[in-house]
Structure formats: structure tokens, C-alpha cells
């Protein structure tokens, strides 16, 4: 089945940074690779996505690259701030079976950056 | 605000009661999808509907089970409650069985099991 694995947190930070947070994914097919970010007491929300091998989704400063022969999606960011401070999750989701639509996360890793 | 509405924001409930939580889709999505955020298991997506009709369940236990109405919002409902299934419950949305359809996230429903 499908899987995602996170590096182990917590990530402690000052601001302006580098920010590597690693990805790696298990997966049947070419599922899409998305990054969500939660912050405090809040739903998640979509970060930035890659559907296909090469595609490098990028948003407010992070990017990440879909590289298909690793099978990684790490996240970076080149300076980050406090107001990054949250949950990040990895997921990815296959486009189609029994399970299309459904995404599946990594554990998630706590980033918290001091100014 | 993703235009996910989910209700109530938090609920506090004994073991053996039965609660349901309540999730509206942004304006135009037809698939609804739940997920339990619980702190020994992460994110994990518990079922889907599109239009009314179940199209992929996950890791969802027999003593859950969910809907998806007319109007398109759906309900999800949890029976016998056990101390293990106090966690955060969201709801997600989309406009269609896409994969490229992004899904958007609620607040979230916190439910503790005393």
C-alpha cells in the first residue's frame, strides 16, 4: 500500500534559515505529492503540489521537487520566519483504484522558528 | 477560510455515548471526505463520498459510519465511544474524484471521550 515518511521532529530554527524538511513515499503508480501545513488551532491547508516526475511546486517562498527515481518530495524554504512556525505534513494521493482521491500523510513534522 | 464548515468545534462526551459530527463542502464540491488526526496515528482518511454515494473507505471502524445527503453535506457518526477516540475529526472537499482536485480542509471537530 501507500506510504509517506516524514523525518523526525521537532525542527528548531532561527529566523531567516534553511529549511530542509525530508519526504519520502512508497506508492503504486504516479500518485500526485502534496505538502499541507497546519498551523495552530486551524484545518489544514494546501502548501504547494507536484503531479507529475520533474514538476517543482513552489508557494510564499517553499518549494519541492517530485523526483520520481528517490521517490522524494523534500520541502525547502531559504529563509524562513517565525510566522512559519507550524505543522507540515507530506501526503500523496493516486489518481485512481479503489482508493482514488484518498490522500495519505506522513506523521507530520513540528517546525518552530525563533526570531 | 477554506469554505469548509464543520460543527460542533469541540464536543466532550462519555465512553459508550454516540455523537455526530457535522461537515458542509465549499459551495460546488460534490466529494466530501473525512479524516482522524490522533496523536499515535497521524492523519488518517476514514471514507469518502461523492454525490450522495460512498467510494473509498480507509481505516474507518464498524462502530463509525457516515453519510452524504441531498444537499450534499454530510454527517459522521460515531457509536460506543472509547477513550481511544478522542482525537481532532476534519472534514475535506473537493470539486470532484479527480485526483488533481485539491481537497479543502475544515477547522476540524476536537471530540474528547471522557
Known amino acids: 500500500g501507500n506510504s509517506v515518511t516524514q523525518m523526525e521532529g521537532p525542527v528548531t530554527l532561527s529566523e531567516e534559515a534553511f529549511l530542509t524538511i525530508n519526504c519520502t513515499y512508497t506508492?503504486?503508480?504516479?500518485?500526485?505529492l502534496f505538502w499541507y501545513v497546519q498551523y495552530p488551532g486551524e484545518g489544514l491547508q494546501l502548501l504547494l503540489k507536484?503531479?507529475?516526475?520533474?514538476d517543482k511546486g513552489s508557494n510564499k517562498g517553499f518549494e519541492a521537487t517530485y523526483r520520481k527515481e528517490t521517490t522524494s518530495f523534500h520541502l525547502e524554504k531559504g529563509s524562513v520566519q517565525v510566522s512559519d512556525s507550524a505543522v507540515y505534513f507530506c501526503?500523496?494521493?493516486?489518481?485512481?483504484?479503489?482508493?482514488?482521491?484518498?490522500?495519505?500523510f506522513g506523521q507530520g513534522t513540528i517546525l518552530t522558528v525563533h526570531p | 477560510d477554506s469554505g469548509v464548515t464543520q460543527t460542533p468545534k469541540h464536543l466532550i462526551t462519555a465512553t459508550g455515548q454516540r455523537v455526530t459530527l457535522r461537515c458542509s463542502p465549499r459551495?460546488?464540491?460534490?466529494?466530501v471526505y473525512w479524516y482522524q488526526q490522533s496523536l499515535d496515528q497521524g492523519l488518517q482518511f476514514l471514507i469518502q463520498?461523492?454525490?450522495?454515494?460512498?467510494?473509498a473507505k480507509g481505516n474507518i471502524l464498524e462502530r463509525f459510519s457516515a453519510q452524504q445527503f441531498p444537499d450534499l453535506h454530510s454527517e459522521l457518526n460515531l457509536s460506543s465511544l472509547e477513550l481511544g477516540d478522542s482525537a481532532l475529526y476534519f472534514c475535506a472537499s473537493s470539486q470532484g474524484l479527480a485526483a488533481i482536485n485539491e481537497q479543502f480542509f475544515g477547522p476540524g471537530t476536537r471530540l474528547t471521550v471522557l
Open positions: 506508492a503504486t503508480g504516479y500518485p500526485s
Open positions: 501526503a500523496l494521493r493516486n489518481a485512481g483504484g479503489t482508493s482514488y482521491g484518498k490522500l495519505t
Open positions: 507536484a503531479t507529475k516526475a520533474d
Open positions: 463520498y461523492y454525490n450522495g454515494e460512498e467510494r
Open positions: 459551495s460546488g464540491d460534490l466529494s
